[in-house]
């Protein structure tokens, strides 16, 4: 454990929310606060109905009970799938649980902190509610309740659900105290942050009524708004109205915040729980212990209270309540003030109603955006409280939209927030503006945008939910058109968890990108748009580089003006090209000469030793390596065996060689496995089976006529035929006039061991350690090639991705062949090039098909420049599950006959 160092601050560097009705993101929120609107309504009747006719007793209770409040439009729907819960489990979890799971990712996404990578980790989770209407029930209900209760109906599940699913490894649990619980739940993760516990926090507050149970007994108590109104530090305050919602922060250490580029969106300067201890009751509220502890944070803090411009108050809207915190307050930060400027003061709860355990984390919210915004939203009243002298206090309560006073650069803009618990716990949280330019977002805001067309990645757990964020991120990209394509590119590249639908989109432009997302929402795919569902995450590639075959005019072309990566690595085999061929491979590939043969072979190197470079700088690495004939020659360069430049000079030295056997030969790809192609050219002279190239195909191999003349007859029994582009009877009989020469030429190379698994097509082991020395590259040239066995050995041994590294794909449906014949189902193969296309962007289209397999792809090669943006994030596929247990307990609730006695000066 890690002790932080002494001056060391924790910054807020996400958020979520969803508050009553359908106020869904932080955005929503914020507007609804600016245009100062209020939502009050009648309890749904789902909530409340089978209660009222449980019981006579309950029917009047309810009927003398405040049954308005603050309602969310939606507490059922949930994407169980997309949390891995099954629609049965999905209906013993208490929304509370649900809210936060929901919430906890998009505040993960907000921070731009991919949620999958902190498996493992040690991020704590602190959860406060002090609501559990729905487990109350459900357990109540002893017919229908199950094992699924066990966790899915407990204050405990809130945090440890997330932990969960999250595999995290930190402190989880669930802080009660009231309604101070959720600035209590963050000054405990603050001090595990700071004491080196834990590197990063997730702190939530929720609160959802899904009985009236707790109403009847707030009723009984005198705390509750006649109509549902939370009336704070108004002169008609005359008590809270309960509201329903949810709110989540993410915290780390500032430090690394800025070292990791997450957004700061503000500083927690200081915290502090303390006790009313005794007052005149436990749920009165006590002024003198509110006051001890805002001195108590400030000291502490080392931050002057006449300094602070803002505070967020508890404010629930009772009378003696209200009059407390004010005199607190006026006694603490309204104490040695200049005249024009008092300490402003609001609450949030007469928009949204008093969250209770969630009231102080929707507070921590409203003060950032309103200190990010450099407005404070008027807090809703109608005449201020009259239990203070406003003009004698320091305060001013806040009644309309003003700006954030000024604090030039003297020092940051500086709020504080309070809680305070029914219960007699109380809370107070210190905010500060980020002031560092130099932090980790606004760094890598200047960066410059990529200078390329590249892959854009979404995904989603569905594809319905693949389909509703693509459209809604190319809505967000048309709505921002100042947005950094960089900064799109590195938000959904590194900044978000990629699950298992997934979509790609290759673009250079907005424009291009915004075509692109619109088509994969419209599921129109093709080669800018690509979706599929991914069979694993992050899994190997094997690169496969096929041999004779693949070439075409034209090809590289445009990589080699476009690419400079490919440019660079063509470009450095110039000098071995020139002193063996007498050529350079840019000088042939731009020319547009016909090619021989042995042209072909040491352009087949250059090639596959540009596309490493490029499929390296695209973020790929190979898993494993196949090298098809003269492809092991690249193939050995890929997987750290050979020196490039070395292997350059001996593919130059081996074509060389083989100019010599030019125009005597002839290749054929027949219709017959390779045992049976070969028992049928026992005793036939000239005519060998060279390549198994496949279950049911093999290429024959030797002279012109020989071969001309055993595939006719092939021909006449009904078996296939196709001719090989190649005047050279490679694997044959006819290459032993060079193989010794080929051999001298590979003795100057120096092999190393593989640094990945490397299958050799030219040993009868495709497993085989052999060293690749001299006497492995004659045999490279004079032995068959058992492509098929080296494929099937590395699907056996679990790779599941393959890359062609070729200028056309020539051995991608051999691949494929021996997938269909081992019955395995979740393989893809895809190529790098193909003749008569942009080379670029056949590339880029099968970089996102790799991704949309599952291909583990390291993004920040083209996705580090740029900062996170708020682009939308996770779209699930809702699904409706229920918000309380099918009926209603067959006895009247305990809380339906209520003491007389009642508490007016209730605070919490």
Not at 195 to 221: D, H, Q, R
Not at 591 to 610: E, I, P, Y
Request: aromatic residues 6%.
């Amino acid at each position: 454990m890690q002790t932080a160092a002494a001056d060391e601050a924790v910054a807020i560097v996400g958020m979520a929310c969803r508050f009553a009705p359908d106020l869904l993101s932080a955005e929503d929120f914020w507007r609804f606060l600016v245009e100062g609107d209020s939502t009050v309504s009648d309890m749904p009747d789902k909530r409340w109905k089978a209660y009222a006719s449980s019981h006579p007793k309950a029917t009047t209770a309810l009927r003398e009970t405040v049954l308005k409040g603050s309602f969310l439009d939606d507490i059922e729907g949930f994407d169980a799938d997309f949390f891995g819960i099954s629609p049965r489990e999905a209906d013993f979890l208490d929304p509370q649980q649900r809210f936060m799971l929901e919430l906890t990712w998009e505040a993960l996404a907000d921070a731009g902190i991919p949620p999958l990578s902190l498996r493992g980790g040690q991020t704590g989770v602190y959860a406060a509610a002090n609501s559990n209407d729905y487990g109350r029930r459900l357990l109540e209900d002893i017919p229908l309740t199950g094992a699924y209760a066990v966790n899915g109906t407990t204050f405990y599940g809130i945090a440890n659900r997330v932990s969960y699913f999250l595999d995290l490894r930190g402190p989880s649990m669930a802080v009660d105290t009231a309604c101070a619980g959720s600035l209590t739940a963050l000054h405990l993760a603050r001090g595990g942050l700071l004491s080196g516990e834990i590197p990063l926090a997730v702190v939530g507050g929720l609160n959802i009524m899904s009985t009236p149970a707790l109403n009847v007994a707030l009723n009984g108590a005198g705390a509750m708004s006649p109509d549902g109104r939370s009336k704070a530090f108004d002169r008609d305050a005359d008590g809270y109205g309960r509201g329903e919602g949810a709110g989540v922060v993410v915290l780390k250490r500032l430090s690394d915040a800025r070292r990791d580029g997450n957004p700061v969106l503000a500083v927690v300067r200081g915290s502090g729980v303390f006790q009313d201890g005794r007052s005149d009751g436990m749920m009165a509220p006590n002024g003198s212990a509110q006051e001890h502890m805002l001195r108590e944070v400030y000291e502490r803090a080392g931050i002057a209270p006449a300094t602070v411009d803002y505070v967020e108050a508890h404010g629930t809207g009772t009378p003696s309540g209200d009059g407390e915190e004010l005199t607190a307050l006026a006694r603490v930060l309204g104490t040695g003030r200049p005249d024009d400027r008092p300490c402003l003061i609001g609450s949030v709860k007469p928009n949204i109603g008093h969250i209770e355990g969630g009231s102080g984390v929707a507070g921590v919210i409203k003060t950032v955006l309103a200190m990010r915004h450099g407005r404070i939203p008027r807090s809703l009243h109608g005449a201020p409280h009259d239990g203070i002298d406003w003009d004698g206090s320091g305060l001013r309560l806040v009644d309309e939209v003003v700006p954030w006073p000024s604090t030039g650069s003297a020092r940051p803009r500086r709020a504080g927030v309070s809680s305070y618990g029914v219960g007699g716990t109380i809370s107070h949280v210190l905010l500060e503006q980020d002031v560092d330019a130099g932090s980790g977002a606004a760094r890598s805001a200047d960066r410059p945008a990529p200078g390329r067309a590249t892959v854009f990645p979404l995904s989603a757990a569905s594809a319905a939910g693949l389909r509703g964020l693509a459209a809604k991120v190319a809505d967000w990209v048309e709505e921002h058109p100042d947005a950094s394509l960089a900064s799109v590119g590195h938000t959904l590249a590194l900044r978000r968890s990629h699950l298992a639908q997934r979509g790609a989109v290759a673009a250079d432009s907005p424009e291009a990108l915004v075509e692109g997302l619109r088509d994969l929402a419209e599921e129109r795919t093709g080669q800018s748009a690509v979706s599929d569902r991914a069979a694993a995450d992050d899994s190997g590639v094997t690169w496969v580089f096929s041999g004779h075959g693949a070439q075409w005019t034209g090809m590289g072309r445009r990589l080699l003006t476009e690419e400079p990566v490919f440019a660079r690595a063509v470009d450095a085999l110039a000098e071995p090209f020139r002193e063996v061929l007498g050529w350079t491979p840019r000088e042939v590939l731009t020319d547009g000469r016909t090619w021989s043969a042995s042209h072909v072979q040491a352009l087949t190197f250059a090639v596959q030793a540009g596309l490493i470079e490029v499929w390296r700088d695209r973020g790929l690495t190979p898993s494993a390596v196949i090298g098809h004939s003269v492809g092991e020659i690249a193939a050995c360069v890929a997987a750290g065996v050979l020196d490039r430049d070395d292997a350059a000079r001996f593919a130059c030295r081996r074509a060389s060689a083989l100019t010599r056997l030019e125009g005597r030969g002839a290749m054929a790809m027949v219709g017959l496995a390779f045992e049976e192609a070969r028992t049928r050219l026992e005793g036939v002279v000239g005519v060998e089976a060279a390549i198994s190239a496949a279950p049911e195909s093999t290429v024959v191999s030797g002279g012109a006529a020989e071969v001309e003349r055993v595939t006719a007859a092939w021909r006449e029994e009904g078996i296939w035929v196709r001719e090989v582009d190649s005047d050279i009877a490679f694997h044959s009989a006819q290459t032993e006039e060079v193989v010794a020469e080929v051999e001298v030429a590979a003795r100057q190379l120096t092999p190393r061991p593989a640094s990945v698994p490397l299958y050799s097509t030219a040993m009868a082991d495709p497993r085989s350690d052999a060293s690749r020395d001299g006497a492995y590259w004659a045999a490279n040239l004079r032995r068959p090639v058992r492509f098929s066995e080296a494929v099937a050995a590395a699907l056996e041994d679990g790779h599941r991705l393959f890359l062609e590294l070729s200028s056309h794909p020539v051995v991608a449906h051999s691949i494929r062949e021996v997938v269909l014949k081992l019955g395995i189902e979740d393989a893809v193969v895809v190529g790098s090039l193909r003749r008569d296309t942009d080379d670029r962007a056949e590339l880029l289209t099968n970089l996102a098909r790799l991704y949309c397999a599952g291909a583990g792809i390291d993004w920040s090669r083209d996705h580090a420049p740029g900062r996170r943006c708020p682009c939308p994030r996770r779209r699930g596929s809702t699904v409706r599950s229920g918000s309380s247990p099918r009926t209603a307990p067959t006895v009247a609730p305990a809380a339906a006959t209520t003491p007389s006695a009642t508490v007016s000066s209730v605070d919490g």
